[in-house]
């Protein structure tokens, strides 16, 4: 039995070598997705494939199951690496293209003791547009190459013939070069970190270690879930706008269900699968991380692993289904329904908690602004844009968000590279959904055409169904996007959109969504949606209509707020778009 | 002029403030500690100063500089307790700082994580129609109108400082300059920072940022800094005071009242710049420095006898674009706690007991555990501070790491004391290797340097566990920050955005900018009375691929901007790109992004005293028993620090206690004293 300051060790240098991976990766790698926008993951998992620490991003975490079907574990070899980015063909383990994932076994005295991970987003992979993600996608044959399960490197030795096809299917091949170097280097440097720890400690210590990481994991959830969730059935459904091909909206629906201390979530009864881009091949890890992730957020040192799989005994999906889709349906956008897979597992936890989950964020935006210009050259614009998240039981949503960890680029530094002009950036007001916690406000982006002509491409989500907020808080105000607003010529473009025509001196307004309200807005303290008035998230009408707070000048009208507040309705509804709803009466099409 | 010898320097912590008086010609060094007064920073300045000169006897004329470190910005910034500051900007724009980069950081909890605080409120931030291009050219000239009502509203609003931060005002100032102009003549009372004289560099969220930080800081630096020269002239100490600032200079007061937020890092800096100048003197020019206080540790790299600086900084949650001293910091001190939780989970730190009530071993109230505790039970530390002036209770920490560690685990309270100090250790080895592997470099190719008051009990484990080649503990570890202020001279970054497209380089439009930077460089080191044999100007360029969104800072070799010139520093950058990141692209389009020119004006050195010549071999004071490393407390021999002569060697185990810091060398090491008096700590003999 080893020490318990001893195992501590041995997860602090497990945390400190995976971040020195991600250190590594950011460093070395060569495009700007992955050096700039971060979008990458590192993980370490024990011998039966389950996490043991990884980044906190809720994708798939069952990794190598897939590997292992083409080459057990007793044929892999010291120096080995493996390489995949096929979603249908690891049944979900990688869910779109970009990523691709590397994955190192560790040995310690020829015995097979962890493996170390790593996944980037790349650039381009071919595919039928440059960035590889279109939202007009129809099949994932649109969407790049797809790489089974290969060893890339046998004993140390690589096999540069596949790296060579990979990289002739790109259209920035040197780019591509450049970060497999950086991502494989990065899954070598993992290996290298576990080995010197074992060394270091000894194998049956660090073995123990990681399983006391996963069952702390396990306990740590086990313990909030036995804690605060009544057994009973809880369902939810969550919609999403458009699949960006079809003017069909798509919902993704759970029941979360906890019987004699088995927890289950079945997506079965989930919308058919899309004919664009949004399908999500779902893991049965990714629900589980969302519960864990949500219900141990106040417990220190507990991180997201294969602990969070174990305390849940059972994800269903229906083949076919958005959340299950079948080859070859396109998965490019699958965020905009992995998002709603958060939302929908928050309104049922909403229905099972007495309303202690939180309201719906949004899903982030992009859009692609392809210029072309007399003289030949083809400025491209490409920027993330910021939403509202949903209120919380105890904050605010958080206002103008992307994600985790990628970073918007500044005005100054997009006018210098993108051939555009930006006129206005600020907080889409009235846009968080009332509430005693108010959403999170969404963002308004001003964009002037500069080029000569321009095509738009854009993915703006949450318009037609907004974020939805929770025990008497509001849903979040939809965005929009409009075309040379205030002029003869003003128009509004299509949120979930494509091949936007537009020509230089056009001016597109981008509005994006905002985040629900949680907990009825009568509640909220004067001062408060006073504050917001004065900083400017909430306008004056607002805070009268959907507050009961009346402000005159700089001030709150105590009588007339109180008044009104009095005579405020209070539904018993649990959730709220557009108007008030129980769960059961949103669960049919 | 002959009879002004010496050089009074002071760093003021949050609990303690570190007074030396030298004599500039290496002569005699006088050390005090004092109490700090967080609510009244100068009383605790005055306080050092009378302490030391008491001590010294020294008279006031006879001080011909003073030198110090101040945490007034730092602690305005953490605390948020800077003036109430306004914003002015360009109009559509007044959410800039509230949205940011739009990120939950990659270790957040997402479900969780809010959005920290801004330093202005949206409420108090104003627009007003005008916009520059990027080119520099006005699109909407400045609608003065419009600044009128702007200066009624923030009156009503009673604010006392604001910042004035247009789009790409780096690339054409007027418009600033003219809102400032105006602002200033109407607002009498109100401190007024323009983002063109803070960071004039592209970047609208960080520049506002550190605008906003800076008249924040403002009014509350510029009433300190008064307290100070009057405080100072009052004593008769006539001397010329300096400020240290967080890019590892320093700069008169006047300076300091104006640009507050460049002493945002003030105490830090002043340690990375101590560890330097001893380093230089040991002749390591290569450092990892961690400075372990009661609360946190900070570590900082030295490379080639230079504190290494970034622009990509923060201080609390704010990020910082300023040049300043690279330092990682953690919540790893004497003080951190350590906790079980509930499923067993073992951590210390990063929550603290502090300095009030501290460790269990103060008696003054503190039961929780802590990594003090730990040492003391172990032996490592003395049972008093301060050379017995407090004293210690050994039970009181074995109590708290009994009950709250060892019991709840099921193991001896020594094995509980030993495992607190592998993950303070540990945590601090992690740190250290952020700052070393993780920007690709070996820590075998560094002298490790550990000082603070807690550095030096710690420092030789480190040591071990980085496999460093060797450890240096200065001969005062617990002031380096103010032997720090002796090593520095008058430092000042001047920087503008000049974005230059690739193959269609402006030299001569570089030369012109260059040339102003350099002439206001000029004018700040003449106005600071430095000689013109004196002043050094550095000329750097910040570079980047073509869409990059970072860029790397090249030094500009030459005088002229030529194309050889221009040619060698793209040439410098791939080279620095494939060091730093591995890789070059020698076909990609290379921009030129910002113009950098670092002022120093040197100022006299002060040298450290030497110390006599052993003869013999050091004698052991007493004996303690001690467990340094795994095994059980053994009769430890215990030096005096005082009584080390240069060229002294002691072989571990031993601890070499002193004022206000223990040594500890473990079994197989040995450690020699140098003629500064500082130990350099080996694996093996010397």
Known sequence: M?????????????????????????????????????????????????????????????????????????????????????????????????????????????????????????????????????????????????????????????????????????????MQKGDLKAIMAACRLGETRLTEAVARYGVDAFEQACETMITQSEQALCAQIERRIPDGDYSFRDRIDSDAVTDRSYFVDVTLRKQAGNVEADFSASDQQATGPINFLMDDSV??????????????????????????DRIVTRPGSVVSPRFPAPLGLRSHTMIRVTTAMFGALAQAMGGDASAASCVYVLYYLRGKNADGSEPLCIEGLAVGFG??????????????AQENYPIEFAEMEFGVEIERFGIHRDSGGAGRWRGGCGIVRDVRVLSDEAVLGIRL???????????????????????????????????????????????????????????????????????????????????????????????????????????????????????????????HD | MSSQRFALALDVGGTFTDVILAERAGGHLWVTKSSSVPSDPAAGFFGGVEKIMRESGIAAEDVSIILHGSTVATNAILEGKGARTGLLTTDGFRHVLEIGRAEIPREANLFGWVKPKRPVLPRNIFEVPERVRLDGSVVTPLDEAALARVADEIEARGLDALAI??????????????????????????????????????????????????????????????????????????????????NGGTCPPEEAARGGVHLALSGPAAGAAGA?????????????????????????????????????????????????????????????????????????????????????????????????????????IPPHLLDGEIALDPEAAERAIKTQVADPLGIDTLAAARGIIDLVDNAMVAALKVMSVERGLDPRDFTLSAFGGAGPVHGARLMRLLTAPRLLVPRYPGILCAIGLLA???????????????????????????????????????????????????????????????????????????????????????????????????????????????????????????????????????????????????????????????????????????????????????????????????????
Request: glycine fraction near 12%; include cysteine.
């Open chain 1, 2 to 174: 080893t020490d318990r300051f001893t195992l501590e060790l041995i997860k602090g240098a497990l945390n400190a070598a995976r971040r020195e991976m991600e250190a590594l990766i950011a460093r070395t790698a060569m495009s700007p997705f992955i050096r700039e926008k971060k979008d990458f993951f590192t993980a370490f998992l024990n011998p039966k494939g389950e996490l043991v620490v990884s980044t906190s991003l809720t994708l798939a975490g069952n990794l190598v199951d897939a590997i292992l079907e083409t080459y057990p574990a007793e044929t892999m070899r010291y120096g080995d690496l493996y390489w995949y980015n096929d979603c249908y063909g690891t049944g979900g383990a990688v869910s779109h293209l970009p990523d691709m994932v590397f994955v190192s076994p560790v040995f310690h005295e020829g015995r097979l003791i962890a493996f170390a991970e790593a996944w980037g987003h790349l650039w381009d992979i071919g595919g039928s547009v440059p960035g590889s993600i279109s939202p007009h996608a129809t099949t994932v044959f649109q969407e790049g190459i797809m790489i089974p399960p290969v060893r890339v490197v046998h004993e140390g030795v690589e096999n540069e013939e596949v790296v060579r096809i990979f990289t002739r299917n790109s259209r920035f091949p040197e």
């Open chain 2, 276 to 380: 330097a100048h001893l380093g230089r003197l040991a002749g390591f020019e290569d450092i990892l420095t961690i400075d372990m206080g009661g609360t946190s540790a900070d570590v900082a790299l030295i490379r080639g006898g230079e504190p290494a600086t970034t622009t990509t900084g923060s201080i609390g949650v704010h990020p910082l674009a300023l040049s300043i001293v690279d330092i990682h910091t953690i919540g790893a001190g004497g003080g951190s706690k350590a906790i079980v939780t509930d499923l067993g989970a073992i951590r210390v730190g990063p929550e603290s007991a502090g300095a009030d009530p501290g460790p269990a071993a103060y008696g003054k109230g503190g039961t929780e555990p802590t990594v003090t505790d730990a040492n003391l039970l172990l032996g490592k």
């Open chain 2, 488 to 686: 520095t001279d008058l430092r000042y970054g001047f920087a503008i955005t000049r974005l230059q497209r690739a193959g269609r380089y402006d030299l001569g439009g570089m030369e012109m900018a260059f040339a102003d930077l350099a002439a206001q460089a000029d004018t700040r080191l003449a106005a600071d009375g430095i000689a013109p044999e004196d002043r050094r100007i550095r000329r750097a360029v910040d570079l980047r691929y073509e869409k990059q969104g970072v860029e790397l800072t090249i030094p500009f070799v030459g005088d002229a901007v030529t194309e050889a010139a221009i040619g060698a520093l793209v040439e410098n950058f791939h080279a620095e790109h494939e060091r730093l990141y591995t890789f070059a692209d020698p076909a990609a389009p290379v921009e030129i992004v910002n113009l950098r020119v670092e002022a120093t004006g040197l100022t006299e050195r002060i040298q450290l005293p030497e110390i006599a010549k052993a003869s013999g071999k050091p004698a052991p004071d007493a004996q303690r028993l001690a467990s340094l490393d795994a095994g059980p407390p053994v009769s430890t021999p215990i030096y005096r620090r005082n009584s080390l002569l240069a060229d002294h060697v002691i072989h571990g185990p031993a601890i070499v206690d002193q004022l206000d810091a223990t040594t500890v060398i473990l079994a197989g090491q040995s450690a020699l004293t140098d003629r500064y008096g500082n130990l350099v700590i080996r694996e093996g003999t010397p």
């Open chain 2, 165 to 246: 931060v247009f789009l790409h005002s780096y690339a054409n100032p007027d418009h600033e300059r003219r809102a400032g102009a105006f602002l200033r003549g109407r607002l009498a009372g109100v401190e007024i920072a323009l983002s063109v004289d803070v960071l004039p560099l592209f970047r609208e969220y960080e520049r506002a940022t550190a605008t906003a930080l800076n008249a924040s800081v403002q009014p509350v630096v510029g009433r300190y800094i008064g307290q100070l020269s009057k405080g100072l002239k009052d004593r008769g100490l006539a001397a010329p005071l300096f400020i240290m600032k967080s």
């Open chain 1, 461 to 587: 989500d949450n318009c037609l169904q907004p974020a939805f907020g929770v025990k008497g808080g509001l849903c979040g105000a939809p965005g929009r996007i409009t075309l040379n607003p205030g002029t003869a010529e003003e128009r509004e473009l299509a949120t979930m959109s494509d091949g936007n025509a537009l020509k230089k001196g056009d001016l597109v307004r981008i509005v994006t969504s905002g985040g629900g309200g949680w907990g009825s807005p009568f509640d909220r303290p004067a001062e408060d949606v006073l504050g917001d008035v004065l900083d400017g998230f909430v306008g004056i009408e607002r805070a009268r209509a959907d507050y009961g707070v009346v402000i005159e000048g700089e001030t709150v009208n105590e009588v007339a707020t109180q008044a009104l507040r009095a005579a405020a309705p209070r539904p018993t509804e649990m959730f709220h778009r557009h108007t008030p709803y129980h769960a059961a009466d949103d669960r």
């Open chain 1, 391 to 404: 209120a919380r039981v105890f904050a605010d949503g958080i206002d103008a968000v992307y994600y985790v």
């Open chain 1, 287 to 312: 629900p589980k991380f969302m519960l864990g992730l949500y219900l141990t957020m106040d417990e220190p040192g507990i991180g997201m692993n294969g602990g969070f799989e174990r305390a849940i």
